[in-house]
């Protein structure tokens, strides 16, 4: 959730270089003459993006499926060659734990869409003995592991990191100060599921997403994918922060959250309950102390009964966030973020997906110039501490001893100043 922007293209077709303002490629006025260029050089030109990064910045053109239309989209894998700004911009996985994905998880498509291996997939068969592990059934996996490097499949968590990720609202810049609320949130998140595919689905068809009121449209979508994939038989997805804690909450049937316009009555059993509470014990201590706290629910097919939607909860995943919607593993962390929003900085929390071994920092200050780690120290305990070192060897080896940023919460040390700005 940044604020992108076009910059000029250049096209070399036979011995002609020709440059093209944002304004010939996004503007109404144009749009006859625009089409006619891309008409023209489809399969035939060399397309290079001319924002300020240092890259190939190579663009290709694809024309739309059942259409006349053309469009641009940068080469697969290319994204972090352009400007941060540029709509054609993508995260460095190996920035996050995303790069502990193995090929073919995550997989950019020539045409700029974006398809990924869920480990439970979305459609969900009659059989009872299915032979595609991407179908299997719901009781299959372990709810909402926390899976290991290299992994050969999308967690639900890992899904929840790479939707918040592409949609950049692990990102900050001090213009975003009072403009994420639900809607928005909603907003930006369902954009980067209309360009992702799981199997052969587009994740948008299947994906629930919380909504502040009961009378627009993002509320009539959710009802209607509801009903869609009632008669389909199609697992659900849904994403919403949880509902503020009250006593007796956690002795529901039904998850708490808020924003369930549209969204089934999710019902969930105990077994689920008690997993998850092992497994987000730090998620759920601060939802109980006042802190939101993000769900993604996978669903099985709902179904409609007696006037209303039901659908049972095979999976859930949550994800302490700050009130500015940024995700946080830790107190100390929340202290940090709220720190640096406080003092409009810019700066990026990479997530970490479903890796464990995968070593970035907690933080990236982006207003120095040269991108700054920030590490939060957090625990003492002797595995934490062997961890620590390992990670102050490697920021020393790679940025430089006096480069990097850090603060040890844990030994009671008192929060330090920031890096200056630039």
Known sequence: ???????????????????????????????????????????????????????????????????????????????????????????????????????????????????????????????QAPTDADDAPAAGPSPATRASASQS???LLGLLHYLWTEAALNTWVPAMAGKRNLGVVHHHLMAVAMKTYAGRAKLAQNLLIGTPSDTGQQAKLNHAKSLAASDERRRLVVLSPLARFRGGMGAASTLPITGFHGIPYMIMSQELWDVTQRRFSKELQAWVAGDPVMAIVQTAA?????????????????????????????????????????????????????????????????????????????????????????????????????????????????????????
């Open 302 to 422: 709902p179904k409609v009964t007696g006037g209303s939607i039901q659908a049972e909860v095979i999976d859930l995943a949550l994800m302490w966030k700050t009130k500015d919607w940024i995700p946080v593993e830790s107190g100390f962390e929340v202290m940090v973020a709220e720190k640096l929003v406080a003092e409009n900085r810019r700066f990026e929390k990479p997530l970490r997906f479903d890796s464990k071994d995968a070593v970035f920092p907690d933080f990236v200050l982006k207003d120095r110039g040269a991108a700054v780690p920030m590490e939060v120290w957090g625990m003492a305990t002797p595995e934490y501490q062997a961890r620590k070192r390992e990670k102050t060897a490697h920021y020393d080896n790679v940025y430089g001893p006096s480069n990097w940023w850090s603060w040890n919460g844990a030994a009671g040390d008192p929060l330090p100043d920031l890096p200056s700005l630039l």
């Open 153 to 155: 499949s999308m967690s």
């Open 1 to 127: 959730m940044k604020e992108l922007k076009s910059y000029p293209v250049e096209i070399l077709l036979g011995d002609q270089v020709k440059t093209y303002s944002p304004e010939f490629q996004i503007e109404d006025q144009y749009a006859f003459s625009w089409k006619r260029v891309l008409t023209m050089a489809h399969g035939k030109a060399i397309v290079r993006c001319l924002c300020k990064a240092t890259g190939e910045r190579r663009l290709s053109i694809h024309s739309r499926k059942n259409s006349d239309r053309f469009h641009l989209a940068r080469f697969p894998d290319t994204g972090p060659e352009h400007q941060e700004d540029c709509v054609y911009f993508g995260a460095d996985p190996n920035s996050s734990g995303r790069g502990s994905y193995k090929r073919g998880v995550v997989e950019e498509l020539d045409d700029g869409n974006t398809k990924i291996k869920l480990k439970v997939g979305l459609q969900q068969r009659l059989t």
